[in-house]
């Protein structure tokens, strides 16, 4: 079993940047897909990238492309989320995830950590 934690969420304006980890614990994440998702309020939780194990493959929602970028450095079993030019509806929960493949799918997803809050204020 795989545990997952994720940091770096918090406040920022309009346009700023922010860089999210999420750090796995209790297995090896390397020879897994890993995948990172958002919940706004009220909204359902919505797919935003998600890399293979190698990180020769990435995938992205069409809301985020061009703007962010996953990453992975498996020596430290950790994940990123490179967030630049924030805007306010890029404002939710973010979570991590490990799956078998670069799903843009929940169900495809079998570990989650608990989420960071990013809120983005124009």
């Known amino acids: 079993q795989v545990q997952l934690v994720e940091s770096g969420g918090g406040s920022v304006q309009a346009g700023g940047s922010l860089r999210l980890s999420c750090a796995a614990s209790?297995?090896?994440?390397?020879?897994?897909?890993m995948g990172w998702f958002r919940q706004a309020p009220g909204k359902e939780r919505e797919f935003v990238a998600a890399?293979?194990?190698?990180?020769?493959?990435?995938k992205y929602g069409d809301s985020v492309k061009g703007r962010f970028t996953i990453s992975r450095d498996n020596a430290k079993n950790t994940v990123f989320l490179q967030m630049n030019s924030l805007q306010p509806e890029d404002s939710a929960v973010y979570y991590c995830?490990?799956?078998?493949?670069?799903?843009?799918?929940?169900?495809?997803?079998?570990?989650w950590g608990q989420g960071t809050q990013v809120t983005v204020s124009s």
């Open positions: 995830a490990s799956g078998g493949s670069t799903s843009v799918a929940l169900s495809d997803y079998g570990y």
């Open positions: 209790g297995r090896t994440i390397r020879n897994y897909a």
């Open positions: 890399i293979n194990w190698s990180g020769g493959l990435t």
